[in-house]
């Protein structure tokens, strides 16, 4: 498996030159473009690794799924979609333009950076720190790594440009979607963002969410139910305006970062990570999309 692994980084690296790294937040144009590696554990427990898998990057969008889950374990089913909604959209993930002509004003889904930025917001805490140490305590498990941790430089760099993300995050409070102070709950959500990875980690991710919540040591961490609605949108909404696409192409839930990460949940079987920096105009990495599409055909891993 590895050698098949090899052979599919080796021959889609050259696609790392048509795609750009992300450079609206600043610490991220410095990374090299040319990185690619894919990391893939089954339900055996069997870990297969390829190329730059090793590589540390931030996780960015690829944490959106596991805020999603924490707040619906949180304040349940009925809280989370009353302030959020299910819907796909055709719009960049960071676009603004429909949450002042929709009616109600909440996001379409929680994979965009709005409807993220909700879900970060209800989860419980008693202040910012205890919310924080939650989220990072949720990764650490769920990734099989318990040395996670932010990347200082790319924080400080989201927290000091994020002003799109922190617009949105005033229109909601304005609106009523968002509750409590803006800047807290903007800055869990830019260290949320950068909590740094490699291909193994995301991997094991992947694998908590195709095994129904259930972590390595055999505990239920979350129910079945919430892992279920969570790859539902993976599917639907997780590739940014590529979605639909990459369900035709690839067919497993999946969610893409801008630090150029891909985690796959293929439901009982695998948790496959991705890493790939150079993004192509959806904000996907352009090798690391056509890596999995490759796997995907050859393991027939897609679920339709």
């Not at 390829?50 to 590589?55: K, R, S, T």
């Not at 930025?117 to 910012?128: E, F, R, Y």
């Not at 989220?135 to 318990?146: A, C, E, R």
């Not at 959500?189 to 909590?195: D, R």
Request: glycine share 8%; with cysteine.
């Amino acid at each position: 498996m590895e050698l098949l692994l090899k052979e599919m980084i080796e021959k889609n690296r050259p696609l790392t030159s048509f795609g750009k790294v992300a450079t609206y937040i600043p610490e991220l144009s410095n990374v090299d473009s040319n990185i690619l590696g894919i990391a893939i554990l089954d339900k055996e427990g069997q870990l297969y690794k390829a190329g730059d898998y090793d590589i540390k990057f931030t996780l960015q969008s690829v944490s959106k799924p596991i805020t999603l889950m924490l707040a619906l374990m949180d304040c349940g089913k009925e809280l989370v979609f009353d302030k959020v909604g299910m819907e796909p959209t055709g719009d960049p993930f960071n676009s603004m333009r429909k949450l002042e002509t929709l009616n109600p004003s909440k996001p379409l889904n929680p994979m965009i950076n709005a409807g993220a930025i909700v879900a970060t917001s209800l989860i419980k805490g008693n202040d910012n720190q205890e919310k924080f140490n939650r989220l990072m305590d949720t990764f650490k498990k769920i990734s099989n790594n318990s040395k996670l941790a932010i990347n200082e430089s790319v924080y400080l760099s989201e927290k000091k440009t994020g002003d799109r993300n922190r617009s949105m995050a005033y229109f909601l409070r304005d609106v009523g979607i968002l509750n409590g102070d803006v800047e807290e709950i903007l800055d869990l959500y830019f260290k949320q963002c950068s909590i740094e990875v490699n291909c193994v980690d995301v991997a094991n991710m992947g694998m908590f969410l195709a095994n129904q919540g259930i972590l390595k040591t055999g505990e239920q961490f979350a129910p079945k139910h919430i892992t279920q609605i969570v790859k539902t949108f993976m599917v639907t909404c997780g590739m940014y305006d590529a979605s639909g696409e990459f369900a035709i192409n690839v067919g497993v839930p999946s969610k893409s970062g801008v630090g150029g990460g891909i985690m796959c949940a293929v439901p009982n079987r695998m948790g496959i990570g991705v890493v790939g920096p150079a993004l192509d105009n959806k904000g996907n990495s352009v090798a690391g999309v056509k890596v999995l599409k490759a796997v995907s055909e050859h393991l027939s891993l897609s679920i339709f």
